[in-house]
């Protein structure tokens, strides 16, 4: 290798090893020919035999993965060492002076981002050869540019989403951005014409996926009224027609014509059912530009709940995790469904290396289908369904384009938005938030409490949806290549309940947002307050606290039982709450986040008594305000807690519950030793930094195999 080269050449080749070491002799003695410093970097780009080496120390060969002469050429960038990159083709050839006329033309232009010249092409048959030519250097042809490599660091370099087309002249205009390309005539490189085969010329078809790519990005660059959908069609079929008019050489024999039709039909054909089999899916791919350039982390399609770092629930812990992938390096597209009602993107769209793709539904209001509870939740998951289904076409298209290293699936266990079909399917990274057959189980053993509260026929309904999402989370949980449990107690349940193979599980926790839930001076609420917070629903264990308040009325005045917390649209077990015993029962109602940290920061301890609980996010925001926790052993956030802070008892044992809570009660007021002891659990168990990077850990763990 050259030392501080002034330049440095990237020529990607993949089984063409004469045309290759021509290229590379021709590139030397234009290099000579100028007296400077140069490097030249071959990307080897899945050639069998590989190409392993060359006699001269200036060429220096990287292997690359058979994906492509744009991620080939963004493999020469990041070995590049001079500071202007180069590019030129295995199959073309440069002019004695065309290193020379292109570093001194940079030179006499230090404002010039570039610089591209003329690509000039022999004679050839087009009913036989493939050519390219540009006689004016308008269209920044790979086989005749250069780019400062500053510049192309800044723009990320070759965007691999354009998998075959256009890849080229994408990164002139987006480079252009930055400066001036200028165009250097005495800059030639002449492409001679290639053979090809019908069978090859059909398979260009697949061409016009970065077709639409290109002019969804650009619409200006259509030069017709035509839509995006049939312009590649169009085109091909008038340039075939002109082809027949004025060819050059002409069609004048039977052999030439049958030819003429064998291809023309053959292209044009595979070009109509093409974009009547793929345009609606691949209209739905993100437009805007990525980086080609590697990072240390991986690629991810987000599916899931539209996260956000500003809120709580699951959305908030979806966007503190993206927030620590994407500053780990990670690239990650969101699929996300919205509606006209609500779920911004604004917020995560923000952040450095996350792309939103949103499947917005007409899903409203007040309409014939969401102006009851109960329809409203069904019909806002039907909605959320097809725009999860649509999204799945979005992301099967661009993981064709742009392989995907994993699909993370957030929150839900029905895989609807991820590609079902195809060996070729990113592996699938689930991390569920509930299971349906574990809010089945309680429905059904708490049947009689659902009646009194909702009435039979809500509870017999809510039962038989949750009956069908759990058949088809059975049949979604077994197609996952890894399961992110969020404590080791629910991953039992996707065993027991699922048939998920135990070695497929991992237990990751949620994480807590330290910042808003923190210990901060705030005056004890008086009289000492035991907070139950959280929905007022089935499997919550609502009728336990209600029965724990009867058996503390000796502590009137001392203590008082605060219950936070509203109903859902499936479940509301409100009514339970009349039954609180008076003399030490309070029910506060729904509180926004604000008030729950302000609450919590003023409370004496919490009580999650879930009979099923996979996490219990109002555990760790507890403990992160300095709070101890009395749980039962189904609350997932309780696991691995220093019992010193947080203690366990049986699911729906009062006697345990009330021992626990008058023991701690004992321990008199809560010292700023132990509020600390709480918030250090917090920290060590569900911090973004914690959570976030063993998260990262079993992402590329799958995604490397």
């Known amino acids: 290798m050259v030392d501080t080269p002034d330049l440095t050449v990237v020529i990607p080749s993949r089984d063409r090893p004469e045309l290759l070491v ?49 991620r080939a050429r963004n493999r020469g960038i990041e070995s590049a060492c001079g500071p202007v990159v180069a590019f030129t083709d295995d199959d073309a ?3 004695e002076q065309w290193i020379g006329e292109l570093m001194a033309a940079l030179g006499d232009a230090p404002y010039a981002v570039g610089a591209r010249g003329p690509v000039r092409s022999p004679a050839y048959d087009p009913l036989y050869e493939h050519s390219v030519e540009d006689r004016d250097a308008g269209r920044f042809l790979t086989c005749n540019v250069a780019y400062r490599l500053d510049a192309l660091r800044k723009v990320g370099g070759f965007d691999p989403s354009f998998r075959h087309a256009h890849e080229d002249i994408d990164l002139g205009l987006r480079i252009g951005e930055l400066g001036e390309v200028i165009v250097v005539p005495t800059m030639v490189v002449v492409h001679p014409g290639r053979p090809f085969s019908a069978r090859e010329w059909d398979r260009r078809s697949r061409f016009i996926r970065d077709d639409w790519l290109f002019f969804r990005r650009y619409p200006d660059q259509l030069k017709e009224r035509r839509h995006v959908s049939t312009a590649p069609l169009t085109t091909a079929a008038k340039s075939w027609l002109r082809f027949l008019r004025d060819g050059r050489p002409p069609v004048r024999s039977l052999r030439r014509l049958g030819r003429w039709v064998r291809l023309s039909v053959g292209q044009v054909g595979s070009i109509a059912v093409r974009t009547v089999r793929e345009y609606r899916r691949h209209s739905q791919r993100p437009v805007a530009a990525r980086s080609g350039l590697r990072s240390e982390g991986i690629r991810i399609a987000y599916v899931g709940p539209v996260p956000s770092r500003r809120i709580g629930g699951a959305p908030g812990v979806a966007g503190s995790i993206i927030d620590y992938l994407a500053a780990n390096g990670c690239s990650i597209d969101c699929y996300v469904p919205t509606s006209a009602e609500f779920e911004a993107t604004d917020d995560i769209a923000e ?8 499947g917005r539904s007409r899903f409203r209001f007040g309409r014939w289908y969401s102006n009851h509870k109960l329809t409203k939740m069904v019909s806002y998951q039907a909605f959320a369904a097809v725009s999860r289904v649509r999204l799945a076409g979005a992301l099967r298209a661009e993981h064709e384009m742009a392989p995907y290293d994993v699909v993370y699936q957030f929150s839900s266990m029905e895989s609807f938005g991820v590609p079902r079909r195809g060996s070729d399917r990113p592996p699938l990274v689930m991390h569920p938030s509930v299971h349906a057959a574990g809010e089945l189980r309680w429905l059904k053993r708490e049947r009689r409490l659902g009646s009194r509260c909702g009435g039979w026929a809500r509870a017999t309904a809510v039962r038989a949806w949750m009956a069908l999402r759990a058949r088809r989370q059975r049949a979604d949980a077994r197609r996952a290549d890894r399961i992110l449990a969020l404590s080791s107690v629910f991953g039992q349940h996707l065993v027991d309940d699922y048939g998920v193979d135990p070695v497929r599980i991992a237990v990751v926790p949620n994480v807590i947002d330290l910042e808003h839930f923190d210990v901060f001076d705030a005056p004890p609420l008086q009289p000492a307050t035991i907070l139950v917070l959280g929905r007022v629903v ?30 859902s649209l499936w479940s509301d077990y409100r009514p339970l709450l009349a039954d609180l015993a008076p003399e030490v029962g309070v029910v506060g109602g729904a509180a926004s986040r604000a008030e729950v940290a302000e609450i919590l920061a003023g409370s004496r301890l919490l009580i999650q008594a879930s009979h099923y609980e996979p996490f219990g996010l109002t555990v760790g925001e507890a403990l992160a305000s300095g709070i101890p926790v009395i749980a039962t052993i189904e609350v997932g956030a309780a696991e691995g807690v220093d019992p010193e802070v947080c203690t366990v008892v049986p699911v729906s044992d009062v006697d345990a519950l009330e ?47």
């Not at 030397?28 to 071959?42: C, F, M, N, Q, T």
């Not at 952040?351 to 949103?358: A, D, L, Q, S, Y």
């Not at 919550?540 to 509203?566: C, F, M, N, P, Y």
């Not at 007021?669 to 920290?683: N, S, V």
Request: charged share 35%.
């Open 22 to 70: 021509a290229c590379i002799g021709r590139v030397l003695k234009s290099v000579d020919h100028s007296g400077l410093r140069a490097e030249i970097v071959v990307v080897d780009d899945g050639s069998e035999p590989p190409v392993t080496r060359h006699p001269d120390v200036r060429v220096r060969i990287v292997r690359g993965g058979g994906e492509g002469p744009a």
């Open 93 to 95: 050839a440069v002019s």
């Open 351 to 358: 952040i450095e290396g996350v792309r939103v793709i949103e």
């Open 538 to 567: 089935v499997r919550k264990g609502i009728e336990d606290i209600v029965a724990l308040s009867h058996r503390l009325t000796d502590l009137r005045g001392d203590v008082q039982i605060r219950v936070i917390g509203g109903g």
């Open 659 to 705: 021992a626990a809570v008058r023991a701690e009660l004992a321990r008199g007021r809560l010292d700023d030793e132990r509020r600390r002891r709480c918030r250090a659990e917090a920290e060590r168990l569900f911090s973004k930094h914690v959570v976030g990077a063993e998260t990262l850990r079993q992402l590329r763990d799958v995604a490397e195999g």
